[in-house]
């Protein structure tokens, strides 16, 4: 591991903001997706505690070491000249460290964050050292498709998906997939995640299952998107967010598991048909797999449940009940 | 690989060969080297290789000869809730260089490379050892469940290691499992007794389309078919069957040209098996193989947690293809792989109930063929 080793600033001075490179590709950048606002307001009423830290990148400008945010804060006060420590002579890994740990202290990254960090070290430092010491202070498990995802993330031309997936709109687990897919089917899948708000479960689902159907039909993504049934859900009026999820995602497992979804309906229905006595009820096995069915009793006393097993005794269309594939016995 | 024949020889496939350092004295290791004379050898510490991983690829170019300190002799893992067949496992192997799209071993192992494990012949003693203290037992050992039993035969040479050990042996029977027509040192080896040679088979367009680097359906039936003529008892594995368009076609397609080529009385079993996966296969699948058709059917999570199709397809494949292959031949053996009671029930008409019962039925089948 990279040892810090002290860094000798001289005490502050006032520098242009104008001759500050504050773009987020900046070398030591770790910041992404920030509002300056709050802290504006902090620097406001109660000034600037911490200098931010620069180096000179040699144009007599500066790269910013550490205080992205706070020099963003202080352009929107407009501020044309900020006090800073300038850090001469330090080599990058140690800059970067410097930035890295300073930030650690006090708040949690987002995964695009994190992906700035892990691409940056990985200039200065092997795997290995990224793997054993670096991830897992980020609280990453140290697993190659983990880093590759992040160094992925970092490459993600699209702002819009950057942004879904610091604010956590986009889950990890979907934008994994997302970031696999080709530019304007992820920016599509993203928009519809974002616009219905999709939890993670249901996210997920909406992609493996818009995955499946794009292999099995061989149609594309917003193909599948735009066709009339899921394109009449996305734009109705009539129902809520969480109503056009469900009906979005029922729609592409009948079309995914057409014979499942079918089963799954005539079970309900054949159920339905039953005169069954209140409190008395009958499931299924998940994807009916298991053998058999089940039949759950509520009764309170025995005389209720006398009661309700005379009911089903005499419940002729019992007999009816069976696997929703088979054909009706022949009487 | 038929004799009289030309087909490419696996040198033709290996690019380079990995040698642990303590297996480059080993008159086996050599024997291996010396077929494959010209290929670069590099040799290497088993501890510091990479594993595999989606990134490293599976090294299905490199050979790697090494020293296995595990078990040789291992049940088939088989899976709960299901009925097993009560194989076990010869492990001599782990990786193949046939490239299914359906392929299980895409994620059931982390070191990549095709691995032939050296020190097979000190654990092979032991082995016997136990198969000869059981002689009420039946044995029903493969080599074709973590690899494909002759795909490297041509190289490694293992079958003529192993048929004399195992053909000598009457409480026990090595099986042969493979996509491939290498059965050159098979039909040379002189050994019948107690052996079974035995082919995966699918539907014409499967086998085409997803099994890659696998000898035609034609090519094995050819082979298959020799094998017989040569004397060597046969067994079929349709498994994984899968789900495609005209499926029942396809299959009834198999059947035909198995009936064209092959005597059924001469067949030990045909076991019957619908595709199935660990979840974590479906990325790989869909990394490796983005065409592929296999995961296009309908799969639900099956009681062990594994990926399997939904229900009445399975039904309707068992039927169907019991249904077939009983009009070729009244007794073909036939037997499901990995399936439930009560599946057994409803397509074959009966059900061993339980992996015990199973195994009865297959040690029988071993006694009625080898006599």
Not at chain 1, 47 to 54: D, F, M, R
Not at chain 1, 244 to 270: C, D, H
Not at chain 2, 255 to 284: H, N, Q, V
Request: with cysteine.
């Amino acid at each position: 591991m990279t040892k810090m080793g002290s860094i000798a600033g001289d005490s502050p001075r006032k520098v242009d903001i104008r001759n500050i490179d504050d773009g987020p590709g900046g070398p030591y950048c770790m910041s992404f997706n920030f509002d300056p606002g709050p802290l504006a307001d902090a620097i406001r009423r109660a000034g600037l505690i911490n200098s931010p830290v620069l180096k000179e990148n040699g144009q007599d400008k500066f790269d910013v070491v550490a205080g992205y945010r706070r020099i963003h804060a202080m352009k929107l006060l407009g501020w044309n000249k900020i006090p800073c420590r300038i850090v001469s002579g330090l080599p990058p890994l140690k800059c970067l460290l410097l930035n890295l740990y300073d930030n650690l202290s006090v708040r949690t990254f987002n995964d695009v964050e994190k992906a700035m960090i892990l691409n940056r070290l990985l200039t200065w430092v092997s795997k290995e050292e990224l793997f054993k010491v670096y991830m897992p202070l980020l609280g990453l498990p140290s697993h190659e498709p983990v880093l590759k995802y992040y160094l992925r993330i970092e490459s993600e031309p699209d702002e819009d998906i950057r942004k879904a997936i610091a604010d956590g709109v986009v889950c990890t687990r979907a934008a994994r997939m997302l970031l696999e897919m080709d530019g304007h089917v992820k920016s599509r899948l993203c928009d519809l995640i974002q616009s219905l708000k999709f939890n993670t479960n249901y996210q997920i689902q909406l992609i493996e299952l818009l995955i499946d159907i794009s292999h099995k039909e061989k149609r594309s993504i917003p193909d599948i998107i735009d066709s009339p049934g899921l394109k009449d859900i996305i734009a109705s009026d009539r129902m809520n967010n969480p109503q056009k999820i469900n009906a979005i995602l029922g729609t592409l497992r009948s079309r995914r598991f057409p014979r499942l979804v079918q089963a799954e309906e005539r079970f309900k229905q054949m159920v339905c048909r039953l005169d069954l006595p209140e409190g008395v009820s009958i499931r299924r096995p998940p994807f009916f797999e298991a053998p058999g069915y089940r039949m759950e009793v509520f009764f309170e006393n025995g005389k209720e449940l006398e009661r309700k097993i005379e009911h089903l005794l005499h419940e002729k269309n019992l007999a009816t009940l069976r696997d929703p594939w088979e054909k009706i016995p022949h009487a | 690989m038929i004799p009289g024949k030309r087909y490419p020889m696996p040198d033709h496939f290996i690019k380079k060969i990995l040698l642990d350092e303590n297996t480059s004295g080993h008159p086996y290791a050599r024997a291996i080297l010396k077929r494959l004379a010209g290929t670069p050898v590099r040799k290497i510490h088993m501890d510091k290789e990479k594993r595999y991983s989606a990134e490293t690829g599976m090294g299905k170019d490199t050979l790697h000869l090494l020293n296995y300190q595990g078990d040789f002799l291992k049940p088939c893992p088989g899976t709960r809730n299901y009925i097993c067949c009560g194989y076990q496992i010869l492990n001599l192997a782990t990786n193949c260089p046939l490239n299914c799209s359906y392929c299980i071993l895409q994620a059931y192992f982390n070191r990549p490379n095709l691995n032939i494990f050296i020190n097979f012949n000190e654990k092979l003693i032991e082995i016997l050892k136990d198969i000869d203290s059981t002689p009420d037992r039946i044995f029903r050992i493969g080599t074709g469940e973590f690899t494909d039993s002759l795909a490297l035969d041509p190289v490694t040479g293992l079958s003529e290691y192993l048929l004399p050990l195992f053909s000598t042996r009457k409480n026990a029977v090595l099986e042969l499992k493979t996509k491939t027509d290498r059965v050159g040192k098979l039909l040379t080896s002189g050994y019948r007794d107690r052996i079974v040679v035995s082919w995966s088979l699918n539907s014409p367009y499967i086998c085409s389309r997803e099994e890659h680097g696998a000898a035609s359906l034609k090519q094995r039936l050819e082979a298959a078919r020799i094998c017989q003529e040569e004397g060597f008892v046969l067994a079929f594995h349709f498994d994984p069957i899968i789900h495609h368009d005209n499926w029942r076609e396809g299959y009834l397609r198999t059947i035909e040209l198995m009936d064209a080529r092959i005597k059924p009385e001469g067949i030990i079993w045909i076991s019957l098996g619908a595709f199935r996966f660990m979840p974590e296969l479906k990325s790989l699948i869909r990394k490796r193989h983005p065409d592929t058709c296999v995961l296009d059917g309908e799969f639900i999570v099956g009681l062990d947690g594994k990926m399997r199709y939904f229900k009445p397809i399975r039904l309707e494949f068992y039927s169907y293809m019991r249904e077939n292959l009983e009009k070729w031949h009244k007794n073909p053996g036939l037997y499901l792989c990995m399936e439930s009671d009560d599946i057994w029930s409803k397509t074959m008409g009966w059900s061993p109930g339980t992996s015990t019962g199973l195994s009865r039925f297959l040690d029988a089948r071993v006694r009625e063929i080898f006599q």
